[in-house]
């Protein structure tokens, strides 16, 4: 059971605009920055954004990242073929005195 | 370029131990912080430990709290993972991360008897 909830599974066809939640509580989400990663199958993750909202040099800016209360969001715009991953959002819990991860998403393009 | 190379996964038995090194290059090592995560097969990203730049705070897990020590050696470039009392569930691979940034390709540490 994963500190941050994020949806098991999202999809959609070339082109279309896809939103994966991170839903957590006043101590992590709601009081820290949060980061989003890519991950590849058999690829180590990849950072998408960091700081609830801003995006790594190189990273397309198809991908945008947002946060309101104790939830946040990763936006992905235009979706290609080669978004198909696994999704998943951090951040740092004040309570656990560590970052936690939210269990991921698999993105899969139709 | 930023490079993270993670080297000493491997088989081990259980209540044994393993020592996972990270060879970091590309950037000034001791002005970051840096971290382990693991991956167990087909699972999510976990936490596992956290050294801050100035040596001034390491954070673990619960679960290896005890077992597991994390080191650096800013002359070398290098962060290291010494784990003990090694259990089936710590199967996983390994990834060394920057700060919050880049992350290296992982190592694979497989515990069973």
């Known amino acids: 059971q994963s500190v941050l909830t994020q949806p098991p599974s999202a999809s959609g066809t070339p082109g279309q605009r896809v939103t994966i939640s991170c839903s957590g509580s006043s101590s992590n989400v709601g009081s820290n920055y949060v980061y989003w990663y890519q991950q590849v199958p058999g690829t180590a993750p990849k950072l998408l954004i960091y700081r609830n909202n801003e995006r790594p040099s190189g990273v397309p800016d198809r991908f945008s990242g947002s946060k309101s209360g104790t939830s946040a969001s990763l936006a992905i715009s235009g979706l290609r073929s080669e978004d198909e991953a696994d999704y998943y959002c951090a951040t740092w819990d004040d309570s656990l005195s560590g970052p936690v991860f939210g269990g991921g998403t698999k993105l899969t393009v139709l | 370029e930023v490079q993270l190379v993670e080297s000493g996964g491997g088989l081990v038995k259980p209540g044994g131990s393993l020592r996972l090194s990270c060879a970091a290059s590309?950037?000034?090592?001791?002005?970051?912080?840096m971290n382990w995560v693991r991956q167990a097969p087909g699972k999510g990203l976990e936490w596992v430990s956290s050294?801050?730049?100035?040596?001034?705070?390491?954070y673990y897990e619960d679960s290896v709290k005890g077992r597991f020590t994390t080191s650096r050696d800013n002359a070398k470039n290098s962060l290291y993972l010494q784990m003990n009392s090694l259990r089936v569930e710590d199967t996983a691979v390994y990834y060394c991360v920057r700060d919050w940034d880049y992350w290296g390709q992982g190592t694979l540490v497989t515990v069973s008897s």
């Open positions: 050294f801050s730049s100035s040596s001034s705070y390491i």
């Open positions: 590309g950037f000034t090592f001791s002005s970051y912080s």
